[in-house]
């Protein structure tokens, strides 16, 4: 079965500072990975996507992801992080990458990003 | 697109009370996903239907939760006779029949409805 695990729980940054944000996945096939960004109270925002093809996605806000097959990893990171960046981020992998299921999303527990001014 | 509607955004019940929530999602999205996310934990699976055919379920939906989308658009998510470990967010998600075309298999999100059960 497919899983994600992101092994920071809350991280603390000032504003201004470099962030990464570890992801990894257990999947069996070739993945297509996700993060999200919730700010409190709302629903998911897709900041970026890995299907195939250039391992270095680029995303929204700044934010970019690099997918490593031989870590199972796929770590978001910004080189310069803004106050308005403070949300909960989740990580998630689809199953079906082949194409032919229906996409189930499995999601990381989520790190909460706080920044410092 | 307008964006996936979920209504209430809110909604406390007492324990043993029905609730229904509706997911509108985006037009012409014939994939619809239903989760739920309690405090301090990622989304979590619950069903999902493609068109009106429902064709997952996930052990956490419990005989006492429903899911319909009678004509394949909206789509209501009930719970009877509730208890508290059913407080939580739940969540609707719709996306496009991917049919190869990668760039169309993303879910779009709405902003939800977060349930609590006294």
């Known amino acids: 079965a497919q899983s994600v695990t992101q092994p920071d729980i809350h991280i603390t940054v000032s504003e201004g500072a470099s962030l990464e944000l570890r992801c990894n996945y257990s999947?069996?096939?070739?993945?297509?990975l996700f993060w999200y960004v919730q700010s409190p109270g709302q629903g998911l925002q897709l900041l970026l996507k890995?299907?195939?093809?250039?391992?270095l996605v680029q995303g929204i806000k700044g934010f970019e992801a690099e997918f490593k097959r031989s870590q199972s990893s796929f770590n978001l990171r910004k080189p310069s992080v803004h106050w308005s960046d403070a949300a909960e981020y989740f990580c998630?992998?689809?199953?079906?990458?082949?194409?032919?299921?229906?996409?189930?999303?499995?999601f990381g527990q989520g790190t909460i990003l706080t920044v410092h001014p | 697109d307008t964006g996936v509607s979920q209504d209430p955004r809110h909604k406390i019940t007492k324990r043993g009370q029905n609730v229904t929530f509706r997911c509108d999602p985006i037009?012409?999205?014939?994939?619809l996903y239903w989760y739920r996310q309690t405090l301090g934990q990622g989304p979590e699976f619950l069903t999902y239907?493609?068109?009106?055919?429902?064709?997952?379920k996930s052990r956490l939906l419990s005989d006492r939760f429903s899911a319909e989308r009678p004509k394949g658009s909206f789509s209501t998510l009930e719970i009877q006779r509730t208890e508290q470990g059913d407080s939580a967010m739940y969540l609707c998600?719709?996306?496009?029949?991917?049919?190869?075309?990668?760039?169309?298999?993303?879910?779009?999100f709405g902003a939800g409805t977060r349930l609590s059960v006294l």
């Open positions: 999947y069996g096939a070739t993945p297509y």
């Open positions: 998630a992998v689809a199953s079906g990458a082949g194409g032919t299921s229906y996409g189930k999303l499995t």
């Open positions: 998600a719709s996306r496009r029949l991917a049919g190869g075309h990668l760039a169309k298999n993303i879910q779009y």
């Open positions: 037009s012409e999205h014939n994939r």
């Open positions: 890995y299907f195939s093809g250039d391992t």
């Open positions: 239907f493609q068109n009106e055919a429902q064709l997952e």
